[in-house]
């Protein structure tokens, strides 16, 4: 089930499903300890002798953001119980406490006793065994708590500070499913404490004139020991919920406006949508700088395991996307993360936890009797075609300084290193969607990117030699892909070379969209013919041929395979391989009108997303219902990437009548996207110079 709605502050990460349960509570690292462990936190309601859970059939679920926020706004409504039901949720910007606040409108025509009850089911640190939930009478709050992870819940009445009712009870033993079936009756049983595999729930009681509103704001504080949990509650109670909501609200609002781009040109959903992936991306992103994939535990159902992983190759271009989109400091942190886990060797892991350390992997070390780098090569190449690209924009030379050698110098001396001298072409790794290995064409592009930027930063820290060795190896990289995987005969690149276990090698001849990196990292002209026919074989053969539409990330693709039907559905369509063809007509546009050919991509992903504006990895070619996680992480970046490319080249397009320069220069790193100020700017310069003629 996708995650509608998630909420957090880099420290804890919150997710709501479709049915508005509380699924994944991430903390202290996002997408480390998720101590719901994907079991459902419910929601309930009792008023006239009837009780019902929001998820059941009877109320209709709006789930959405306030606009411009990470403030969840979701509308409930009960025609049966006439109860309608306004909830904002949030994670304060800047301590670890998760907020709702509830008003309850009665559309009934008497006065009205209304009982809201939160059910917890916490699996502390990932599993249920030896926790503790137990009510505080000093406080009138419940608390979980195991080892050094402490959850304390209360709320705020119009009555007062505290729970109404709470129940503490035994859950996945002997048949007991836990306290939310004590609640289906109105009252809960006041167990004071209960330790093991526990829930609890805790109520609410308000009074709702007819016709009228009644509100109460529910919280709870996490932190790592009691006391801190005590202190926390007692900011709660004396700052008052409410100024934390609305500073919270404040915040990002603040933070998605900083820089005031003109987005006129484009449509309201694109915005909308750029504007809700910059906050998404912002939830997934740990403080101590690891970018998760994505933080949806429902695929542990496919796989076993989870994507609450950092790839860096997913975290470069995240970092990447939030550079261009004026939001370096968040970048940094994640290059100063990569800075922390590179090996001695010179390269990245297959992906690692959120901590730093080395997460699960599948692939192995020895094949066949011989050993073997268990590597995906991109990941290390586009760390520093990403880096290169945050320096080339922001030159923060202090900044750049310590991570040269520890990090440029070790991955690049790696990359040139690991070639195969006969062909001249990046010895064989794991591809990037990690199911072959051999050599492949994202790869080889990746790795071209990634030593043209050493050599570029070699180059300005004054070590030529460095720079002569890394810019000559990229160069035979781009002969030997101009050799083997360059095919006349089909008119395109092909996907790869497969390395079998005799150690032979085959073409691979599959059409994949990741063809879209051998321009895409510099490698080359977006505008070469062979790279337009690429390009256009994968649009003609990839594009999904229902009514939903899309691009397919390539031929059969197996995963998550819903349609046999191979020739109309080459696999499910992607957000971001569909991106990838929005860029590329991006980058060919010579003139506005072409330029807005993009423009029919980029609202189709917006009419894909969740009604929250949430992405998925991938959607079903018949209805449109997310598949895999939602929200991957990923599919957010790829479409700020876009929109931001969409508006750097419609700049670049524009000449400005005041001053008769292009808005924006690659040559010169101008990033003037707001015409408005610029011409503004122009014209203040024409009057100071006493003319009336350009600036």
Same mark, same amino acid.
């Given at each position: 089930?996708?995650?509608?709605?998630?909420?957090?502050?880099?420290?804890?990460?919150?997710?709501?499903?479709?049915?508005?349960?509380? *699924?994944?509570?991430?903390?202290?690292?996002?997408?480390?300890?998720?101590?719901?462990?994907?079991?459902?936190?419910?929601?309930?309601?009792?008023?006239?002798?009837?009780?019902?859970?929001?998820?059941?059939?009877?109320?209709?679920?709006?789930?959405?953001?306030?606009?411009? #926020?990470?403030?969840?706004?979701?509308?409930?409504?009960?025609?049966?119980?006439?109860?309608?039901?306004?909830?904002?949720?949030?994670?304060?910007?800047?301590?670890?406490?998760? &907020?709702?606040?509830?008003?309850?409108?009665?559309?009934?025509?008497?006065? /009205?006793?209304?009982?809201?009850?939160?059910?917890?089911?916490?699996?502390?640190?990932?599993?249920?065994?030896?926790?503790? =939930?137990?009510?505080?009478?000093?406080?009138?709050?419940? &608390?979980?708590?195991?080892?050094?992870?402490?959850?304390?819940?209360?709320?705020?009445?119009?009555?007062?500070?505290?729970?109404?009712?709470?129940?503490?009870?035994?859950?996945?033993?002997?048949?007991?499913?836990?306290?939310?079936?004590?609640?289906?009756?109105?009252?809960?049983?006041?167990?004071?404490?209960?330790?093991?595999?526990?829930?609890?729930?805790?109520?609410?009681?308000?009074?709702?004139? =007819?016709?009228?509103?009644?509100?109460?704001?529910?919280?709870?504080?996490? #932190?790592?020991?009691?006391?801190?949990?005590?202190?926390?509650?007692?900011?709660?109670?004396?700052?008052?919920?409410?100024?934390?909501?609305?500073?919270?609200?404040?915040?990002?609002?603040?933070?998605?406006?900083?820089?005031?781009?003109?987005?006129?040109?484009?449509?309201?959903? &694109?915005?909308?949508?750029?504007?809700?992936?910059?906050?998404?991306?912002? #939830?997934?992103?740990?403080?101590?700088?690891?970018?998760?994939?994505?933080?949806?535990?429902?695929?542990?159902?496919?796989?076993?395991?989870?994507?609450?992983?950092?790839?860096?190759?997913? $975290?470069?271009?995240?970092?990447?996307?939030?550079?261009?989109? $004026?939001?370096?400091?968040?970048?940094?942190?994640?290059?100063?993360?990569?800075?922390?886990?590179?090996?001695?060797?010179?390269?990245?892991?297959?992906?690692?936890?959120?901590?730093?350390?080395?997460?699960?992997?599948?692939?192995?070390?020895?094949?066949?009797?011989?050993?073997?780098?268990?590597?995906?090569?991109?990941?290390?190449?586009?760390?520093?075609?990403?880096?290169?690209?945050?320096?080339?924009?922001?030159?923060?030379?202090?900044?750049?300084?310590?991570?040269?050698?520890?990090?440029?110098?070790?991955?690049?001396?790696?990359?040139?290193?690991?070639?195969?001298?006969?062909?001249?072409?990046?010895?064989?790794?794991?591809?990037?969607?990690?199911?072959?290995?051999?050599?492949?064409?994202?790869?080889?592009?990746?790795?071209?990117?990634?030593?043209?930027?050493?050599?570029?930063?070699?180059?300005?820290?004054?070590?030529?030699?460095?720079?002569?060795?890394?810019?000559?190896?990229?160069?035979?990289?781009?002969?030997?892909?101009?050799?083997?995987?360059?095919?006349?005969?089909?008119?395109?690149?092909?996907?790869?070379?497969?390395?079998?276990?005799?150690?032979?090698?085959?073409?691979?001849?599959?059409?994949?969209?990741?063809?879209?990196?051998?321009?895409?990292?510099?490698?080359?002209?977006?505008?070469?013919?062979?790279?337009?026919?690429?390009?256009?074989?994968?649009?003609? /053969?990839?594009?999904?041929? @229902?009514?939903?539409?899309?691009?397919?990330?390539?031929?059969?693709?197996?995963?998550?395979?819903?349609?046999?039907? @191979?020739?109309?559905?080459?696999?499910?369509?992607?957000?971001?391989?569909?991106?990838?063809?929005?860029?590329?007509?991006? =980058?060919?546009?010579?003139?506005?009108?072409?330029?807005?050919?993009?423009?029919? #991509?980029?609202?189709?992903?917006?009419?894909?997303?969740?009604?929250?504006?949430?992405?998925?990895?991938?959607?079903?070619?018949?209805?449109?219902?997310?598949?895999?996680?939602?929200?991957?992480?990923?599919?957010?970046?790829?479409?700020?990437?876009?929109?931001?490319?969409?508006?750097?080249?419609?700049?670049?397009?524009?000449?400005?009548?005041?001053? $008769? *320069?292009?808005?924006?220069?690659?040559?010169?790193?101008?990033?003037?996207?707001?015409?408005?100020?610029?011409?503004?700017?122009?014209?203040?310069?024409? *009057?100071?110079?006493?003319?009336?003629?350009? =600036?």
């Amino acid at each position: 089930m996708p995650r509608d709605i998630p909420i957090g502050n880099g420290s804890l990460l919150i997710n709501f499903d479709s049915d508005y349960h509380i *699924r994944d509570f991430y903390y202290p690292h996002v997408g480390r300890e998720n101590h719901s462990a994907g079991y459902p936190f419910r929601f309930g309601v009792w008023c006239d002798g009837r009780f019902s859970w929001v998820h059941d059939d009877g109320w209709r679920r709006s789930l959405d953001y306030l606009d411009d #926020t990470l403030v969840g706004h979701v509308v409930l409504e009960n025609e049966g119980m006439q109860l309608r039901l306004i909830c904002q949720d949030l994670v304060d910007f800047h301590e670890n406490i998760f &907020i709702r606040k509830v008003e309850v409108e009665n559309l009934a025509g008497q006065d /009205r006793e209304v009982r809201l009850f939160f059910h917890h089911d916490f699996h502390i640190s990932n599993f249920e065994v030896g926790d503790t =939930a137990y009510y505080n009478p000093d406080i009138s709050s419940v &608390i979980h708590y195991k080892d050094n992870r402490y959850f304390l819940i209360n709320m705020l009445r119009p009555d007062g500070v505290g729970v109404s009712d709470f129940a503490t009870g035994i859950k996945e033993v002997s048949g007991a499913e836990g306290t939310w079936r004590d609640a289906e009756d109105g009252v809960l049983g006041k167990n004071p404490i209960s330790q093991g595999a526990v829930d609890s729930t805790v109520a609410g009681w308000l009074k709702v004139a =007819a016709g009228g509103s009644s509100e109460l704001i529910y919280w709870i504080c996490v #932190t790592k020991s009691y006391q801190d949990a005590k202190q926390l509650n007692k900011l709660v109670i004396e700052k008052k919920p409410q100024t934390l909501i609305g500073r919270t609200s404040a915040y990002w609002s603040l933070w998605v406006n900083k820089d005031e781009m003109e987005f006129s040109s484009l449509p309201p959903e &694109i915005v909308r949508l750029y504007k809700r992936s910059l906050m998404i991306l912002r #939830t997934q992103i740990d403080a101590d700088g690891g970018v998760l994939a994505a933080n949806d535990t429902d695929i542990t159902q496919f796989a076993r395991d989870t994507y609450s992983y950092v790839w860096p190759r997913d $975290g470069a271009l995240v970092a990447h996307a939030l550079d261009i989109a $004026g939001y370096s400091s968040i970048a940094v942190d994640f290059y100063n993360f990569c800075s922390r886990v590179i090996t001695s060797d010179g390269y990245f892991l297959h992906k690692y936890n959120a901590d730093g350390s080395a997460g699960s992997s599948w692939h192995p070390w020895e094949r066949d009797g011989e050993t073997q780098i268990p590597i995906q090569e991109d990941e290390t190449a586009l760390v520093l075609w990403a880096l290169w690209q945050h320096f080339s924009r922001y030159r923060d030379v202090e900044y750049i300084k310590p991570l040269y050698r520890n990090l440029i110098i070790q991955a690049a001396d790696f990359l040139a290193s690991y070639v195969d001298h006969r062909t001249g072409l990046p010895q064989p790794s794991y591809d990037l969607w990690e199911e072959r290995r051999g050599v492949f064409s994202f790869t080889v592009s990746a790795v071209y990117g990634g030593l043209v930027a050493a050599s570029n930063f070699a180059e300005a820290f004054g070590e030529l030699d460095h720079a002569h060795r890394y810019h000559r190896v990229a160069l035979s990289i781009r002969k030997a892909c101009d050799e083997y995987l360059w095919r006349p005969d089909l008119n395109r690149f092909i996907r790869g070379i497969i390395t079998t276990h005799q150690g032979e090698s085959t073409p691979d001849l599959t059409i994949d969209a990741s063809v879209f990196g051998l321009f895409a990292f510099g490698m080359y002209d977006p505008a070469d013919p062979r790279i337009c026919a690429t390009m256009q074989s994968v649009e003609k /053969r990839l594009q999904v041929q @229902t009514s939903v539409g899309g691009i397919a990330r390539y031929e059969n693709d197996y995963y998550h395979q819903v349609s046999k039907d @191979t020739d109309r559905v080459a696999g499910n369509p992607w957000f971001i391989c569909t991106l990838w063809l929005a860029q590329h007509q991006i =980058a060919l546009a010579r003139n506005i009108e072409e330029l807005k050919q993009a423009i029919p #991509t980029l609202s189709w992903v917006a009419e894909h997303a969740l009604p929250s504006g949430v992405l998925a990895e991938q959607v079903n070619p018949y209805d449109d219902s997310p598949l895999s996680v939602s929200p991957l992480t990923w599919s957010h970046a790829a479409y700020c990437t876009a929109v931001v490319e969409y508006l750097d080249k419609e700049a670049e397009l524009h000449i400005c009548p005041e001053c $008769g *320069r292009a808005l924006f220069s690659r040559e010169n790193r101008a990033l003037i996207r707001n015409r408005k100020h610029h011409r503004l700017s122009c014209a203040i310069a024409r *009057r100071e110079k006493g003319t009336n003629g350009p =600036a």
